[in-house]
């Protein structure tokens, strides 16, 4: 199983919602990404997490809150969003020892913030 | 920091015909990865093919391959015999290392270019 599933595909809420993004990856990687990409720019780093541990948070607006549960899930909380914060949200896996280099991406969560 | 160019925004090539795509990146580091993703309109980014920086050795994938020129921080790909199924936006990325994480990872994208592939 090479795959990063996330969840759902396609999202839609208010300023005033509370919602999630979930992420799933079963290739026993140790380290989980959230990314973020407006439309034709490149991913931009969001939060990275090792050994479910948060290492890394790009100076991410708190209304921006992510979790780590276990070794394969990953979420992303969102509450009181911005419509400048609709965009495709990327989760990507890599592994920790005997690290290729390689992150394993999923397809993404295409949120719109109304 | 480490910076990653890509000059060409869009391209557009006739189904068969070979295809170089330009990289150039900036970086103080000796040991490092470079990367060049793809993404489709299915929105996956996938790994097309990965350099290791100490390696002098060009890498290859089938019809992709690369001209890594350490010296001059160039990292350029070649399409050979391009398909319909290669269109899609091509990303180059640095891998920088996040020091004191052991194992995590700062991919540093290029911009992108939009590669066209024409029947």
């Known amino acids: 199983d090479t795959e990063v599933t996330q969840t759902p595909k396609h999202l839609v809420m208010g300023m005033t919602n509370k919602k999630s993004l979930k992420c799933e990856q079963h290739?026993?990687?140790?380290?989980m990404y959230w990314y973020k990409q407006k439309a034709k720019k490149p991913p931009e780093l969001m939060f990275v997490?090792?050994?479910?541990?948060?290492?890394i948070n790009e100076s991410v607006p708190s209304r921006f809150s992510p979790e780590c549960p276990n070794s394969s899930l990953l979420n992303l909380h969102l509450h009181a969003l911005q419509p400048e914060d609709s965009a495709l949200y990327l989760c990507?896996?890599?592994?920790?020892?005997?690290?290729?280099?390689?992150?394993?991406f999923g397809e993404g969560s295409r949120l719109t913030v109304l | 920091a480490q910076t990653v160019t890509q000059s060409q925004p869009e391209m557009s090539v006739q189904e068969a015909e070979t295809v170089t795509l330009s990289c150039t990146y900036d970086?103080?580091?000796?040991?490092?990865?470079l990367f060049w993703y793809k993404q489709p309109p299915s929105r996956q980014m996938i790994l097309v093919i990965r350099?290791?920086?100490?390696?002098?050795q060009n890498a290859t994938e089938n019809r992709f391959s690369v001209n890594f020129q350490k010296a001059a921080k160039s990292f350029s790909l070649k399409i050979s015999d391009s398909q319909l199924g290669d269109t899609a936006m091509y990303f180059c990325?640095?891998?920088?290392?996040?020091?004191?994480?052991?194992?995590?990872?700062?991919?540093?994208f290029g911009q992108g270019t939009r590669l066209t592939i024409n029947p």
């Open positions: 990507a896996s890599s592994q920790v020892l005997q690290n290729t280099g390689e992150l394993f």
């Open positions: 290739m026993g990687h140790r380290a």
């Open positions: 997490y090792s050994y479910e541990k948060l290492s």
């Open positions: 970086t103080s580091e000796n040991n490092y990865y």
């Open positions: 350099q290791e920086a100490y390696k002098q």
């Open positions: 990325a640095f891998m920088k290392h996040l020091w004191g994480i052991q194992g995590a990872q700062k991919l540093v």
